[in-house]
């Protein structure tokens, strides 16, 4: 079994009104060798929706969860960075002011 796999899957097809949605996903799975236990992650990938006539339409599902996340990391990242180079401008003229005093 590989350490890392990724699948589409496809959900229970519900019928609703005249069309028929089936939700389909992407996961991944990673397992660590000699482990029954691993990570399982499931994310929204669309909807295919079949009408009467039986043209089918695949709707692109948004993961607004994921754009949170990445957003928050990103957002923690620029906050590190900006506090880093306050916190090095700040003893920066810390240290020239010693040096000026003696």
Request: proline share 5%; glycine share 14%; charged share 20%.
């Amino acid at each position: 079994m590989p350490l890392i796999e990724t699948e589409v899957k496809t959900g229970e097809t519900r019928q609703v009104g005249s069309l028929e949605l089936t939700p389909t996903t992407n996961v991944l799975k990673i397992q660590l060798p000699g482990n029954h236990g691993g990570l399982v992650w499931n994310r929204p990938r669309a909807v295919i929706v079949r009408g009467q006539d039986g043209v089918e339409h695949t709707l692109p599902v948004t993961d607004v969860t994921r754009m949170i996340l990445w957003a928050m990391l990103g957002g923690g990242l620029i906050g590190a960075l900006v506090i880093g180079i306050a916190y090095g401008i700040r003893r920066d003229k810390s240290t020239r002011s010693d040096n000026n005093d003696g």
